[in-house]
């Protein structure tokens, strides 16, 4: 009797999401999602263990060990969250971790878990551009692009599982596929314009330099090779049009590269 009412029980919790996921939330800009708001979030702790439980994949800087790096991070994190712009800023957690690592990527996970590698960090040359990349996550967080993403992939029943702990080895799929952007649940590219785009809007109301993404793409362009994550995404030079194209709708106002704070945070890098 008790395992019929749990099914019963799973099964109405199914039919709440799918109804929810027929409705357009007005906080909540990516309708048809079987994800709630609470689930991105229960599934970001999900995998923000999972990610820790994985030193060998992941070697994750610790806070006490690098408290200076952390609070550059974070208080560049402020500055975007400050404007008041960005989607679930109060609800999300918006934790940080830096993983130390030569590889050029950073990745963001449901309910505003963030990582960004130290490769990346130290390849860049200014924080406008930083704070770029970090605005582009934090934006696929916002628009809840990853959870979106989940649905298309696994669909209804492979998703219970998972948020019910039923399925570790998906979950360590999933957050390779995550960390990479190369398996299927890498963003669509409409998902990627999006993020550009809202990565301009939250800076522009910052005194960062709005154009910072395109300085990512700019000097990525410039660099021997292309990392294979990029492969699966637009083109950087339609992108950098795109995103200098927003810049110019919302007024073309100069903004600050902020060189030498990076560079302090850069050297408090290992």
Not at 119 to 139: C, P, R, S, T
Not at 166 to 177: D, H, K, T
Request: net charge negative; aromatic share 12%.
């Amino acid at each position: 009797m008790k395992r019929k009412l749990i099914a019963l029980g799973l099964i109405f919790i199914s039919f709440s999401i799918l109804q929810h996921s027929c409705k357009k939330d007005e906080d909540d800009p990516s309708p048809f999602n079987i994800f709630t708001v609470q689930d991105d979030m229960d599934f970001g702790a999900q995998f923000s263990q999972e990610i820790e439980n994985n030193p060998q994949d992941y070697p994750l800087l610790k806070e006490s060990e690098y408290p200076e790096a952390y609070e550059h991070i974070y208080r560049i994190r402020d500055s975007i969250l400050n404007t008041g712009m960005v989607n679930f800023d109060d609800t999300f957690v918006w934790e940080i971790k830096i993983i130390n690592d030569s590889i050029l990527n950073a990745f963001a996970v449901p309910g505003g878990y963030l990582y960004y590698y130290t490769g990346i960090i130290k390849y860049l040359d200014n924080e406008a551009q930083f704070a770029g990349v970090m605005a582009h996550e934090m934006a696929h967080v916002a628009m809840r692009h990853s959870t979106n993403q989940l649905t298309k992939v696994y669909g209804i029943q492979v998703l219970l599982e998972l948020l019910l702990g039923q399925n570790s080895g998906l979950m360590a799929e999933i957050a390779s596929g995550l960390a990479t952007g190369l398996s299927s649940l890498a963003f669509s590219r409409d998902h990627e314009y999006e993020a550009d785009e809202y990565a301009v809007r939250y800076l522009y109301a910052t005194s960062y330099d709005a154009r910072g993404i395109a300085g990512f793409f700019e000097k990525m362009e410039s660099s021997p090779g292309v990392p294979e994550f990029l492969s699966t995404h637009p083109s950087p030079e339609n992108r950098i049009d795109e995103i200098y194209n927003t810049w110019q709708e919302l007024g073309g106002k100069e903004g600050h590269l902020y060189v030498s704070g990076y560079n302090e945070f850069k050297n408090s890098l290992p």
